[in-house]
């Protein structure tokens, strides 16, 4: 948490450092006469050049994902200055780094030769997560610049689903043989140097290139240097599969504290790798996907033109508008109740927004609950029970609660008993539509998660207008 909060603050620092050169470079020209206009000018022009200079040595000195942090919280103009200053030979880590959308804004402001050119300095795995994004005539020029085995490469990588491991694969492996002794591979490391990132254990495999095991790096320093390979390895290691998902992987990673796993063929036959890194990204793109689907949202840059907002925004909230209007009918049917008895119109927004809240509450946790693949078919009623429970306590409580205020504001014990009913109702029915509307749309193929606080808002405001008026119609008239 402290090494966050300090990252925070040092990218506030410097972007505060980035406002006040861009700030001095655009002062406006002050100008008296011809001759202090030329001399202003001069001076002008000398203190832009300084200013840049200073963007860039600053700039120069930051990690490419500080770089995207600051490029994403940059209004368009301002992150394209930016963007024109950072070293050339930094440009295809800072294009993998960075959102979707603001890569795309950065890309639609370099020409075929600038991204070809960048593309070229990265690994064949990080091509692939920024492939979609890049011109087709772009994208065959990288083809053809490729040898034949990285050219292979980048083609699987791109015929996999975004969401599957394959699509996460990292080809940098280092491979070994199991007939071979301790003192063999740590001579074929040194001789090396290098060894790929998040490397914690190397891949054992046959002459054709079939995963045998694996070898932590552990055992290699623990174990006598005479010892064969094939009486220390590991043979019970997780393997994954081009074609699972990377959900699937995510939640192998988090169970056996994996830093990386080979991938693998149906025949066995050693493909790549997947790191933890990925795996990292992965869930993060994922969380933040879910929190915006939740509220019917897609990725959106944060200065973006307001017609892409509109068109990013507009289909939910058209859907949010249909069932208001459904919702404003029923409160209609119920005028001449509330006209009545006026405290009506006053308590009702509280049974439909707590039973909301409610709601929300458990479709979030069965969304959870899915993505976990905790949700089952044998388990689906005891599921829905204990929610019910839940449901039916909170209202006994909180609605008791509201009842004794009701009474205490308006002096009628009926409508105190009516605001306890309605709340109960209205709490149970929340509880049952947020266990069936994600798994509705699970069931349908759709990503539970994609507008679920929308519908449940909506099932619960118009129901709990419905029982409250109902309720108070049936009671109080």
Same mark, same amino acid.
């Given at each position: 948490?402290?090494?966050?909060?300090?990252?925070?603050?040092?990218?506030?620092?410097?972007?505060?450092?980035?406002?006040?050169?861009?700030?001095?470079?655009?002062?406006?020209?002050?100008?008296?006469?011809?001759?202090?206009?030329?001399?202003?000018?001069?001076? #002008?022009?000398?203190?832009?050049?300084?200013?840049? #200079?200073?963007?860039?040595?600053?700039?120069?000195?930051?990690?490419?994902?500080?770089?995207?942090?600051?490029?994403?919280?940059?209004?368009?103009?301002?992150?394209?200055?930016?963007?024109?200053?950072?070293?050339?030979?930094?440009?295809?880590?800072?294009?993998?780094?960075?959102?979707?959308?603001?890569?795309?804004?950065?890309?639609?402001?370099?020409?075929?030769?600038?991204?070809?050119?960048?593309?070229?300095?990265?690994?064949?795995?990080?091509?692939?997560?920024?492939?979609?994004?890049?011109?087709?005539?772009?994208?065959?020029?990288?083809?053809?610049?490729?040898?034949?085995?990285?050219?292979?490469?980048?083609?699987?990588?791109?015929?996999?689903?975004?969401?599957?491991?394959?699509?996460?694969?990292?080809?940098?492996?280092?491979?070994?043989?199991?007939?071979?002794?301790?003192?063999?591979?740590?001579?074929?490391?040194?001789?090396? #140097?290098?060894?790929?990132?998040?490397?914690?254990?190397?891949?054992?495999?046959?002459?054709? &290139?079939?995963?045998?095991?694996?070898?932590?790096?552990?055992?290699?320093?623990?174990?006598?240097?005479?010892?064969?390979? #094939?009486?220390?390895?590991?043979?019970?290691?997780?393997?994954?599969?081009?074609?699972?998902?990377?959900?699937?992987?995510?939640?192998?990673?988090?169970?056996?504290?994996?830093?990386?796993?080979?991938?693998?063929?149906?025949?066995?036959?050693?493909?790549?790798?997947?790191?933890?890194?990925?795996?990292?990204?992965?869930?993060?793109?994922?969380?933040?996907?879910?929190?915006?689907?939740?509220?019917?949202?897609?990725?959106?840059?944060?200065?973006?033109?307001?017609?892409?907002?509109?068109?990013?925004?507009?289909?939910?909230?058209?859907?949010?508008?249909?069932?208001?209007?459904?919702?404003?009918?029923?409160? &209609?049917?119920?005028?001449?109740?509330?006209?009545?008895?006026?405290?009506?119109?006053?308590?009702?927004?509280?049974?439909?927004?707590?039973?909301?809240?409610?709601?929300?509450?458990?479709?979030?946790?069965?969304?959870?609950?899915?993505?976990?693949?905790?949700?089952?078919?044998?388990?689906?009623?005891?599921?829905?029970?204990?929610?019910?429970?839940?449901?039916?306590?909170?209202?006994?409580?909180?609605?008791?609660?509201?009842?004794?205020?009701?009474?205490?504001?308006? &002096?009628?014990?009926?409508?105190?008993?009516?605001?306890?009913?309605?709340?109960?109702?209205?709490?149970?029915?929340?509880?049952?539509?947020?266990?069936?509307?994600?798994?509705?749309?699970?069931?349908?193929?759709?990503?539970?998660?994609?507008?679920?606080?929308?519908?449940?808002?909506?099932?619960?405001?118009?129901?709990?207008?419905?029982?409250?008026?109902?309720?108070?119609?049936?009671?109080?008239?």
């Amino acid at each position: 948490m402290k090494k966050n909060t300090e990252k925070k603050e040092f990218l506030t620092d410097v972007l505060e450092q980035i406002d006040a050169l861009l700030g001095e470079q655009n002062t406006p020209e002050i100008i008296v006469d011809v001759e202090d206009s030329a001399k202003h000018k001069l001076i #002008k022009n000398l203190t832009n050049k300084e200013n840049l #200079k200073s963007l860039q040595n600053l700039l120069n000195n930051l990690h490419p994902s500080d770089v995207a942090d600051i490029l994403e919280a940059l209004p368009l103009e301002r992150r394209l200055t930016i963007w024109e200053l950072v070293k050339s030979e930094n440009d295809g880590d800072i294009l993998v780094e960075v959102s979707d959308v603001v890569r795309q804004t950065l890309i639609a402001d370099m020409d075929n030769t600038e991204l070809l050119a960048a593309a070229e300095q990265l690994d064949t795995d990080e091509i692939a997560d920024i492939a979609s994004d890049l011109p087709d005539d772009v994208l065959n020029d990288l083809l053809e610049s490729l040898d034949v085995q990285n050219r292979e490469r980048l083609e699987s990588a791109l015929s996999h689903p975004d969401e599957s491991v394959g699509a996460l694969m990292d080809f940098d492996i280092t491979t070994i043989r199991d007939d071979i002794t301790l003192e063999v591979v740590l001579n074929y490391l040194r001789k090396i #140097k290098k060894l790929p990132d998040h490397t914690d254990k190397l891949f054992v495999v046959n002459r054709f &290139g079939s995963i045998l095991g694996v070898l932590p790096l552990e055992r290699i320093v623990v174990n006598d240097s005479h010892v064969r390979v #094939k009486d220390v390895m590991a043979t019970d290691t997780v393997l994954f599969k081009p074609a699972d998902t990377a959900h699937e992987a995510s939640n192998a990673f988090e169970r056996y504290d994996l830093v990386t796993a080979p991938v693998v063929d149906e025949a066995g036959k050693l493909l790549g790798r997947l790191t933890v890194d990925a795996v990292m990204d992965y869930i993060r793109d994922e969380t933040e996907t879910e929190k915006l689907s939740m509220v019917g949202l897609r990725e959106e840059d944060m200065f973006s033109t307001i017609w892409k907002s509109v068109q990013n925004r507009w289909a939910w909230l058209a859907i949010n508008l249909v069932t208001a209007l459904i919702a404003s009918r029923v409160i &209609g049917i119920f005028e001449g109740s509330i006209e009545k008895v006026v405290a009506l119109a006053a308590l009702m927004p509280i049974i439909a927004g707590i039973g909301g809240n409610s709601g929300n509450q458990t479709t979030t946790m069965i969304v959870r609950a899915l993505a976990l693949s905790q949700v089952t078919f044998s388990n689906l009623r005891l599921l829905m029970f204990k929610e019910i429970g839940v449901a039916l306590v909170n209202g006994i409580l909180w609605g008791s609660v509201l009842g004794v205020f009701a009474y205490l504001l308006y &002096g009628n014990i009926q409508l105190g008993y009516v605001m306890t009913a309605a709340m109960i109702l209205n709490l149970i029915l929340s509880a049952i539509m947020g266990v069936m509307i994600p798994l509705v749309l699970n069931r349908l193929g759709k990503d539970p998660a994609v507008g679920s606080s929308v519908l449940i808002t909506a099932m619960t405001d118009s129901g709990g207008f419905f029982i409250f008026l109902g309720l108070a119609t049936v009671v109080l008239l």
